[in-house]
């Protein structure tokens, strides 16, 4: 088999525990006969599945009880309508904007209603986060929404906003997961699976009961959070093997010691790259201190014809999935929870033996 390291944005590196458990299970689950793929969704077997899984990120995530966790599909970005139809009732939206994916939720919201930008960083390159004591709150405002951690342009609050007026909708796509978070401080989290869950097609959204209210009537059942709620995520068929295998991911997490173990490996892969990044002028890195996302790190050669013949030879020693997006250009290595240290060792030496000859 082939070794490599996966750096890819999302879908992305699943821990290669997780996969050898699902590839064991994979044709005939528990003595059941069958594969989890084959069950009925409603079946008592799916059923066992799916109530641990939840279970299992509730402890994970110290979701509290006054809060509902969906199991949808869509993405993220279905979400950038479904915040408006579940939560704007009539009214006016803050949104805050750090990047390539808050300022697509804010166009994405904009035919819903009266939409404004509560902060943004655009102007200076995104470079940094919006520093929170700047966000421009209007009281009378159903909600404010930002992205804690902006995939493309490497940005990640550290700090979240603890707002008491309006509830806070946080899209933590490419961060859930990766440290433990003080839900009680936010209205609605919602997060695609496919960067730091499992595979591609399960959304899951957090949602505190007392938002559950107020959708607006045209929301489509399969988006109407308290439908999903009242129905246990099913009111139509849901993802269900991308859900057993979020399930894996999190007993995973759970074993490792959950959320604050990660956090401190995820601190240390992140030092080990930006350490590196700094120690040099060959590579840089645009993005203030305090705002360094440690699951993506964009970074650029100051010879910027050098980038192609990087990712290249990156992938010629199994390292894959390092050009950056198509937006920005340059080099992004995406190193979420299941990226081991010795992905970024490999990484790190093979950037520093680049340099060298070059
Ligand atoms: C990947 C990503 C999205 C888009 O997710 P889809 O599953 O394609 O809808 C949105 N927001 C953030 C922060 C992301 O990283």
């Given at each position: 088999m082939k070794c490599s390291y996966n750096f890819s944005a999302g879908p992305a590196v699943l821990p290669k525990s997780v996969m050898l458990r699902a590839q064991a299970e994979m044709i005939d689950w528990h003595d059941s006969g069958l594969s989890v793929m084959e069950m009925s969704h409603r079946g008592k077997h799916y059923m066992s599945i799916f109530e641990k899984v939840e279970s299992d990120f509730r402890s994970l995530f110290n979701v509290p009880k006054n809060y509902k966790v969906l199991f949808l599909q869509g993405g993220a970005i279905a979400q950038n309508s479904m915040v408006p139809l579940n939560l704007?009732?009539?009214?006016?939206?803050?949104?805050?904007?750090?990047?390539?994916?808050?300022?697509?939720?804010?166009?994405?919201?904009?035919?819903?209603?009266?939409?404004?930008?509560?902060?943004?960083?655009?102007?200076?390159?995104?470079?940094?986060?919006?520093?929170?004591?700047?966000?421009?709150?209007?009281?009378?405002?159903?909600?404010?929404?930002?992205?804690?951690?902006?995939?493309?342009?490497?940005?990640?609050?550290?700090?979240?906003?603890?707002?008491?007026?309006?509830?806070?909708?946080?899209?933590?796509?490419?961060?859930?997961?990766?440290?433990?978070?003080?839900?009680?401080?936010?209205?609605?989290?919602?997060?695609?699976?496919?960067?730091?869950?499992?595979?591609?097609?399960?959304?899951?959204?957090?949602?505190?009961?007392?938002?559950?209210?107020?959708?607006?009537?045209?929301?489509p059942s399969v988006f109407n959070w308290k439908t999903q709620a009242e129905n246990?995520?099913?009111?139509?068929?849901?993802?269900?093997?991308?859900?057993?295998m979020a399930g894996l991911v999190f007993e995973w997490l759970i074993e490792l010691g959950g959320l604050s173990a990660i956090e401190k490996q995820n601190i240390k892969k992140a030092e080990l790259l930006y350490n590196y990044i700094d120690s040099t002028d060959f590579y840089t890195n645009p993005i203030d201190i305090k705002n360094r996302s440690r699951m993506n790190?964009?970074?650029?050669?100051?010879?910027?014809?050098?980038?192609?013949?990087?990712?290249?030879?990156?992938?010629?020693?199994?390292?894959?999935?390092?050009?950056?997006?198509?937006?920005?250009?340059?080099?992004?290595?995406?190193?979420?929870?299941?990226?081991?240290?010795?992905?970024?060792?490999?990484?790190?030496?093979?950037?520093?033996?680049?340099?060298?000859?070059?």
């Open positions: 704007l009732n009539g009214k006016k939206a803050n949104y805050v904007v750090s990047g390539y994916w808050s300022k697509r939720t804010y166009q994405d919201a904009l035919p819903f209603g009266d939409m404004s930008i509560a902060a943004s960083s655009e102007s200076i390159g995104y470079g940094k986060a919006p520093d929170l004591n700047d966000w421009k709150i209007d009281p009378s405002a159903s909600y404010v929404h930002f992205c804690s951690n902006e995939t493309i342009h490497g940005v990640e609050y550290f700090d979240m906003p603890s707002i008491k007026t309006i509830p806070v909708v946080a899209d933590m796509s490419s961060h859930i997961l990766s440290r433990p978070v003080d839900i009680s401080q936010f209205g609605v989290i919602y997060a695609g699976a496919q960067k730091n869950i499992g595979p591609a097609g399960l959304t899951i959204v957090i949602v505190r009961d007392d938002l559950l209210e107020v959708a607006s009537p045209l929301t246990q995520s099913m009111i139509n068929t849901p993802t269900t093997y991308s859900i057993y790190v964009p970074f650029r050669i100051q010879n910027e014809d050098l980038h192609a013949s990087f990712v290249t030879g990156a992938e010629n020693l199994g390292m894959i999935g390092l050009k950056g997006h198509r937006l920005v250009g340059g080099i992004r290595a995406s190193i979420y929870n299941a990226m081991p240290i010795e992905g970024i060792q490999v990484l790190v030496d093979y950037m520093k033996d680049f340099e060298k000859s070059h």
